[in-house]
């Protein structure tokens, strides 16, 4: 089944301990981006890529990076969580070609206290 | 940047009526237009989408609607059912070669009643 998966579904943390979310995609696809949705902002796209070795910053890249060092995965890493980045976050996929829609996965529920 | 404005925040309709999502956007050099449901606990799938060379798409019982002079676009949803209950997100993208970033509007809590 074409997907897109996060790892963890839930997670709570402690300020400052630093912390990996998991993307995975089995598409092949060359796009990938992450988002975060927080209510009655909608999503806000954080960081994307365009393919290996090739990533640029979204809306809201503060006090986030990323890496794309395989095509398939692209995690997500808070180097020092904050209270403020407790959110829901989604990663999605999309292929090169004339499909721009994106594949979204099912979310991680992240709680930083 | 771009910014996409969505309205309204909830919408509440009697199953069989139809239901219409309005969207603006700000940036003209936007060319492509897609919709998302969220159903609770998921991801947004995306449910039809419009390029800016096109007035208006149709789906079975979902339609999207662009005007681009006044740079608003909607989303119609005919013969409502319950199962349409969910999170409807409009998002306006700059088709480029370095991808199309999505810019989404704030949402839609849509509910369908019996």
């Known amino acids: 089944e074409a997907q897109v998966t996060q790892n963890p579904r839930y997670l709570i943390t402690v300020t400052g301990k630093k912390l990996t979310v998991t993307c995975s995609q089995n598409m092949n696809h060359e796009y990938m981006s992450w988002y975060r949705q927080d209510p009655g902002l909608g999503l806000r796209q954080i960081y994307y890529s365009m393919n290996v070795e090739v990533t640029d910053k979204g809306d809201v890249p503060e006090g986030y990076k990323v890496s794309r060092k395989e095509k398939r995965n692209f995690p997500l890493i808070l180097e020092s969580p904050s209270p403020n980045q407790t959110s829901l976050y989604f990663c999605a996929s999309r292929g090169a070609g004339s499909n721009y829609g994106y594949t979204f996965g099912s979310g991680t529920r992240l709680t930083v206290v | 940047g771009e910014n996409v404005e969505q309205h309204p925040s909830t919408l509440s309709v009697q199953e069989g009526d139809s239901a219409v999502i309005k969207c603006t956007y700000s940036?003209?050099?936007?060319?492509?237009f897609p919709w998302y449901k969220q159903e609770l606990g998921k991801g947004p799938q995306l449910i039809i989408d419009?390029?800016?060379?096109?007035g208006e798409k149709k789906d079975q019982r979902i339609a999207v609607t662009l005007n681009k002079t006044a740079k608003h676009f909607s989303l119609h949803i005919t013969e409502t059912q319950p199962e349409d209950s969910a999170v409807y997100f409009c998002a306006a993208s700059r088709i480029t070669g370095g991808g199309n970033k999505l810019t989404f509007g704030t949402g839609t809590q849509l509910k369908v009643e019996l």
């Open positions: 940036d003209s050099a936007s060319n492509y």
């Open positions: 419009i390029r800016s060379n096109v």
